[in-house]
């Protein structure tokens, strides 16, 4: 089981989104986000997505496999960091590190423009959100009075770190 899932991780690439995947991205989103129940993650139109796009300060990236688009995130930039709006891989394809894949490529593009923040918010009720933030090597921060909790990425984390967060996983589950 795990070739495939290696398989599948190489052959996608990443890249800055174009126009012309807007509607791609649109498709996962209604996939992705269909039984959302929480407010902060009901499926953007079309619309949205452009409306959203145009702006000065919003990019997206996406993964391409096989000549489509199979994951996406859109990326708000400030001049110290870049916050994660929105990311997601397409049902069919989810469980195969895809995701992993997708943020290490936003890791690298904010690297390159030397910035050293990633900010993340991830509905509190979202565990499995959470943890695979975690295990990005992103940091929990506490909630200012909201269900959101805020997540960072500093730096990879220590070895150490690494292995008592996987500790912390394997008796939680």
């Known amino acids: 089981m795990e070739a495939p899932r290696d398989a599948t991780q190489s052959q996608a690439r990443w890249r800055w989104m174009l126009r012309s995947d807007i ?7 209604r996939k992705a986000f269909r039984f959302s129940k929480h407010p902060s993650f009901q499926p953007y ?6 409306r959203l796009l145009r702006e000065g300060h919003v990019s997206g ?11 996406y995130s859109i990326l708000g930039h400030s001049r110290d960091y870049i916050a ?3 990311i997601a891989v397409d049902p069919d394809h989810q469980r195969s590190g ?3 894949r997708l943020v290490q490529g936003v890791k690298r593009s904010v690297e390159a423009c030397k910035r050293n923040k990633i900010l993340a918010a991830v509905p509190d009720d979202l ?3 959470q943890i695979f933030f975690r295990s990005m090597g992103f940091k929990a921060l506490h909630p200012n009075g909201s269900d959101l909790y805020r997540f ?3 730096n990879p984390p220590s070895r150490m ?3 008592a967060f996987h500790a912390i996983i394997k008796k939680a589950f």
């Open 127 to 129: 565990v499995r959100t």
């Open 152 to 154: 960072i990425w500093l």
């Open 23 to 29: 509607e791609a991205v649109a498709r996962i989103e």
């Open 45 to 50: 139109s079309l619309q949205q997505i452009a």
């Open 98 to 100: 895809l995701g992993t």
């Open 161 to 163: 770190e690494t292995e």
């Open 61 to 71: 990236c996406v993964l391409c496999q096989d000549g489509c688009v199979v994951a």
């Open 84 to 86: 994660i709006y929105r």
